[in-house]
Every structure is written in C-alpha cells, then in structure tokens.
C-alpha cells in the first residue's frame, strides 16, 4: 500500500525557519496537501495542491514539492504554531486511494 | 457559515455497529464530497474512504472495505458512516470533512467511538 513518510518531530527556536517535509513515489505527480491539528482539536487545512494557501492561514506558512518530496515551511515559527502537521495525498492508481503521512511534531521552544 | 456537525459519542461492545452522523449546511451538499477520517489515540490521522452525496459513489481503504458503509441523504444534508464487527482497535475519533480532491475543510468536531467489553 501507499505511503507517505514524514519525520516524528522537529524543532526549532521561535523566529526560526521551520520545515517539514513529506516523501513519496507518488508525489511527482499528485498535489500534496498539509493539515494542522493542535491537541484535542479537529485537523485544519494549511496548504492544498502543493503549495496554495487557503485565506485565513498566515503567510509565514508555505508549500513545495520537488520529485518525490513535498515541504512545509513556516518562516519564523511562532509559540502558537506548535502543533502535529500532516500531509495528504493520492497515489496514481485507478481507485485514488488517499493516504496522511505519520504526522510530525513541531514544537517551537 | 460552512460547518459539518457530527452525532455524540458512542460506546459499543466489541462485534456491533455504529453508524456516525455527519451534518452538512451552509453549502450545497450535491457539489462536494464527504471524507471521512479517523484517529486511534494517540495515533495518527487514517483515510477511511470518500462518498459522493451527487450520484453516491464510494471510495473505502482497503483495509475497512469488507466492514464500513458510507451512505448520503441529500433530503437532510447529512452523510452517515456505518462501521461492523467492531474490534477494540476501532476505538479513535472518527471526523467527516468536506472534500474537493485533496483539500479537506471544513471538517466535523469529531465523534469518539469507544468499543469496550
């Protein structure tokens, strides 16, 4: 089955570059997609097809994707962005199977 | 506004059914799909399959496709998802979203189903 590999954890300092990122085989040809959970809340939409960001999301928030790795990067992490971020795609077979990565936890301390 | 409002949560004994409600409104039911997604403690997020409330076409993981129905009343705008022969390990929050391809949003407030002896 399809899978999508993300790190467990990051960690950056407040005001620092965070990225994370998201491989699979499939991701050269399907949008990746970034969802934001924080504890004991239902997960958000971040980022759709790659790299769009829906409105209400801030701007430090971006998306990539490059060959079989997409990135989320948020550009001056702040205390409240700590969270488990997800990414969500589709592997190219014909019954579109969606798949979430294993979740990353960022924590901005 | 946009916004999916599930149904209570639920505590079955290990071999029964549940049936999760999804409640749509602010949106035209018809011209999106409904997602629903699930979440172990602790764990991870899980697809468990997709239904179009246009024509009812489904779209269920592999791993739950012998055990779960996902069924649409366009009358109420509501979706509806049944999970059979419960196990232990189906104990999670299970959400349904809003979903054009991809993107998923709005999503539910999440309902837990709890299977205990």
């Known amino acids: 089955s399809y899978e999508l590999t993300q790190p467990p954890s990051v960690s950056v300092s407040p005001g620092q570059a965070a990225r994370i990122t998201c491989s699979g085989d499939?991701?050269?040809?399907?949008?990746a997609y970034w969802y934001q959970q924080k504890s004991g809340q239902a997960p958000v939409l971040f980022i759709y097809?790659?790299?769009k960001r829906p409105s209400g999301i801030p701007e430090r928030f971006s998306g990539s994707s490059s060959g079989t790795m997409a990135t989320l990067t948020i550009s001056g992490a702040q205390v409240e962005d700590e969270a488990d971020y997800y990414c969500y795609s589709t592997d190219s077979s014909a019954n579109s199977t969606w798949v979430f990565g294993g979740g990353t936890k960022l924590t901005v301390l | 506004q946009v916004q999916l409002v599930q149904s209570g949560a639920e505590v079955k004994k290990p071999g029964a059914s549940v049936k999760v409600s999804c409640k749509a409104s602010g949106y035209s039911f018809i011209r999106y799909g409904i997602t629903w997604v699930r979440q172990a403690p602790g764990q991870g997020l899980e697809w468990m399959g997709w239904i179009s409330p246009y024509n009812g076409n489904t779209n269920y993981a592999q791993k739950l496709q012998d055990r779960v129905t996902m069924t649409t009343d366009t009358s109420t705008s509501t979706a509806y998802m049944e999970l059979r022969s419960l196990r232990s390990d189906d104990t999670a929050v299970y959400y349904c979203?809003?979903?054009?391809?991809?993107?998923?949003?709005?999503w539910g407030q999440g309902t837990l189903v709890t299977v205990s002896s």
């Open positions: 979203a809003r979903s054009e391809s991809g993107s998923l949003d709005p």
């Open positions: 499939a991701l050269p040809k399907k949008y």
């Open positions: 097809e790659d790299s």
